[in-house]
């Protein structure tokens, strides 16, 4: 494999899909900043300048990393991706050390401080920062982007490429495109082709709509579906009283779990390892909740889904989100992971592909300055986000060196709690995304999320 031959998806500057800019929009209110990071913790510091050699290999692989976001006039419509003529490795990519005896409390901290810190705008919305010096003679990597960037799945799916090749010790190349000054995006060219997609995929939906009214014995069925389409958008799922304060602060932290385990309490209770996950997740809102001596039957709980191809590894987001009532009154472990099972299950049932493209990018055309008072009000009727993605194999590698485990944190969005599993091998590394004004003894949470996997793999 030609090392820097750019990969497919990763390389042509364009308007970002729906999606992606709704992502990006979301970024002027620290309350709904869309950061996503990835924790690895090595088994060794990397040898002299590999860390380095590895960042630019990626973005010769992976142009896009060089881009920066080309705003729409007056942020209506959709901005796009434009080189940046600036660009320098120096300002993404990062060595430093933790002050001596730096632990995994010092670690979490730097997790913390880089999610919360904004992105300038003016460059390409990521960073990787290579951390020594925790315990003593091991060493950590911090991979942040913005969502706008790319979705987990295919973040993860780039990474893996470029782990599975480490760039050979070379002196590094200019990524292709910089000092290059490219195309405006937010131009009358640019604007226009857009909107011709925009209409186009409205068409079709449209179209598509009317077909099956016009089926003989379909509008029935049609109208049910738009129904429950309706519902499941709109779900008459009160927030807890519990969780109601908002902050912009945020406490990291992370729990391991052993994957097998995991499959195996879903096999035991007929559901996918997804469905226990989120089952373990809600259990320990049910012991905070009880803790506090309120009662709750269910919580409003956003559980993304991709909508990816195996073949569509290119960056942006495909990806949907769906609402459900999470199960939180008292119950056995299999009875909440069968009840978590039916939500996703009659929830996912209700969602296209094609309708949530369109409404993406109908939400792209509202004024960027209407986000600030419209999008934390919605966002914050979603009590928890419960993520999972796709993780690394037991055998990656960073820069040279083995990666042991693996933790992501994906953004809150407004909610009180995004809490987040991706596999590393034979482990589920969950990191916990919590709002401290909302969870106001994130100690206390852990250790009912401990007690509640503890519950779940009891089951296998």
Known sequence: MNETRPDGGWTSPGPMNGTDTLFWRLSKDPLTRPHVAWLWFLESAPEGDAFLRACAGATRRLPRLTHRVAEAPLRTGLPAWTPDPDFRLARHAHRMRLPARGGRRELLDLVEWRMSAAFDPLHPPWEITLVEGYETDRA?????????????????????????????????????????????????????????????????????????????GAAGGAARLAGRVAAQLLQPVSPSPL???RSSAIHCDTVTV????????????????????????LGAFH?????????????????????????????????????????????????????????????????????????????ALVP???????????????????????????TARAAGARVVNAVPWAPRGGAAANISMASHGDLCGIGTNLDPAAVTDPRLFLRFLEESFEETLAHA
């Open 258 to 281: 052993p994957l097998a385990g995991l499959k195996a309490a879903g096999r035991a209770a007929g559901v996918s390892v997804t469905s226990a996950y989120v089952s373990a997740v």
């Open 368 to 394: 960027g300055p209407l986000y600030a008072p419209l999008a934390p009000a919605l966002l914050r009727a979603v009590d928890v986000v419960v993520t999972s993605v796709p993780g690394l194999p037991g």
């Open 287 to 363: 012991r905070y909740h009880d803790h506090h001596g309120l009662v709750r039957a269910t919580l409003p709980v956003l559980v993304p889904i991709s909508f990816r191809e195996r073949h569509e590894t290119g960056a942006g987001n495909l990806v949907a989100g769906l609402l459900i009532p999470g199960p939180i009154g008292d119950m056995s472990a299999r009875t909440r992971m069968l009840r978590v099972h039916h939500a996703v299950t009659e929830a996912r049932g209700t969602v296209s592909r094609g309708v949530f493209a369109v409404m993406a990018d109908l939400g």
């Open 243 to 245: 969780l109601a304060e």
């Open 140 to 216: 950590a990597i911090v991979l942040k982007w913005h969502h706008s960037l790319g979705d987990a799945v295919t973040m993860v799916a780039a990474v893996r490429r470029l782990m599975a090749a480490d760039p050979p010790g070379r002196p590094a190349a200019p990524p292709p495109g910089c000092g290059r000054p490219g195309a405006a995006l937010g131009t009358p060219a640019a604007l226009s082709r857009a909107a011709h997609g925009l209409a186009r995929d409205t068409r079709t939906v449209l179209r598509e709509g009317v077909h099956a009214l016009s089926v003989p």
